[in-house]
């Protein structure tokens, strides 16, 4: 074999290393992601169950998960106060000309009689 031809083999055999790495690493990329998507159906399938537990024994929980639905409990009254919290800024009107804040269905500021 003169040397072109052992260039030219080199050079092909390199390629075909190449071609074979891509080819694993393509492969290693669709079962990692293959793995990542039973990962997430199991944490789907666990949360189900989460909401299914909490819907049915909110009120009588097991003492094993008494400290999670207490927690969802406790978040979801914090959720409710923070909504009704947005609510009521949101029928809260600001005086023009003083900036006090009133109730939105004020007619006149009760700090500064300046009509709203
Ligand atoms: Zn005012």
Redesign the pocket.
Known sequence: MGFFDTVVDTVTNAGREVGDKAKEIAETTKIKNEIAAEKRKIKEEYEKIGRLYVKEFKDRPNPLFAESVNKIAASEKLIADKEAELDDAKVFKV?P????GMSADSKY?S????E?
Request: include cysteine; aromatic fraction near 0%; proline fraction near 0%.
């Open positions: 005086c000309n003083c900036g006090a500021c700090k500064c009689g300046q709203v």
